[in-house]
């Protein structure tokens, strides 16, 4: 059974560019949420995605956004890059409310 | 808005020891999880307990949930280098799942040979 899967595992950008990234959940799975991870911050919500409609969201500014398509697959963008941003991106996909979750290894994205 | 601290920060010990990891919370939460992250790994999943007072039990880990579902400790017994991880606990609002979880900011362990 194959897991979560997250592309690209790095990136760099720019500040001021746009950044998109990709979140493949496991078979099946109709849940995906997203999280930030910083050294500071430690990991934080960013929102949640359940058959292509937007349940949940965290305290982050609107430059994040993200969207599941119908094969439950998710985006999520940032756009406007601050240097602030540089994170490990981290997406968990689950069958619906209260299931196990289960994380990708993440996206490191640096921005310069 | 809804914090968990852990504690320790930090803990380097030696192969056998017993440890225990806390994480507190002034809020009530409907669920808590724990989970282990190794570096360039996301989160696993390591036990979500949900009734005040619980107590769960996975090989040498004992996880514990307290009465008021603020707070909740995981006891490591005989510790092994493969324990060795950034230790997580996530407080949500239901029970389970990684929808809108709260995170402490976690317990870097290492274990040592």
């Known amino acids: 059974k194959a897991g979560v899967t997250q592309t690209p595992r790095y990136l760099i950008k720019t500040r001021g560019q746009q950044v998109t990234l990709s979140c493949s959940p496991i078979s099946g799975h109709r849940s995906v949420s997203w999280y930030q991870q910083t050294p500071g911050q430690g990991l934080q919500f960013l929102f949640e995605?359940?058959?292509?409609?937007?349940?949940n969201k965290g305290n982050f500014p609107g430059r994040f956004s993200g969207r599941q398509f119908s094969n439950s697959r998710s985006e999520m963008n940032v756009s406007t890059l601050e240097l602030g941003d540089s994170a490990l991106y981290l997406c968990?996909?689950?069958?619906?409310?209260?299931?196990?979750?289960?994380f990708g290894q993440g996206t490191r994205l640096t921005v310069v | 808005t809804q914090l968990l601290e852990q504690s320790p920060q930090f803990l380097s010990i030696q192969e056998g020891e017993n440890l225990t990891v806390y994480c507190n919370s002034s809020?009530?939460?409907?669920?808590l999880q724990w989970y282990r992250q190794e570096p360039g790994e996301g989160p696993v999943l390591l036990v979500t307990?949900?009734?005040?007072?619980e107590v769960k039990k996975l090989k040498r880990l004992t996880f514990q949930f307290g009465d008021a579902r603020k707070d909740s400790s995981l006891h490591i017994t005989a510790a092994q280098t493969g324990d060795t991880g950034l230790y997580l606990c996530a407080g949500g609002a239901g029970g389970g799942g990684a929808d809108g979880l709260t995170f402490g900011k976690g317990t870097h362990l290492i274990i040592q040979p």
């Open positions: 995605y359940f058959s292509e409609t937007q349940r």
């Open positions: 809020s009530v939460f409907s669920s």
């Open positions: 307990v949900v009734t005040g007072g």
């Open positions: 968990a996909s689950a069958q619906g409310a209260a299931t196990e979750a289960f």
